[in-house]
């Protein structure tokens, strides 16, 4: 009785399938005019190989058939102020003030500690 294949043997064999039938795909459109009806034939069949391809691996269960679920947005945000290029004139002070007072840390109340958590009536055995 044969073993049954696991799971990388079965993503190696769909990537392997997948890169040979993209390869033929892409060498079957070098020669085309890009505003060619076949030129535009052969996208739609590799944007729909590329389709199958993802659901091929979520039907396996190689990847998650979301996405969204499983990615998280991160921002990075980088700024370079040149010291010399920076004039404080009283139009900027005067807005830096008013900044302060609005948004001032300064004038936030203090936190509270966090109430201790509620044990429990339950008896252990």
Known sequence: MARPKSSRSIATDIEKTHRANMKLLLDSMKGLEPTSRAYLDRLLAKSKLEQTHREERAARNLDPRNLGLVTQIRYDFTAIVDPQQYELNAERKQFENS?????????????????????SKKRTK
């Open 99 to 119: 900044m302060d007072e609005e948004f001032s840390s300064t004038g936030l109340p203090e936190s509270e500690p966090a109430p201790e958590p509620k044990k």
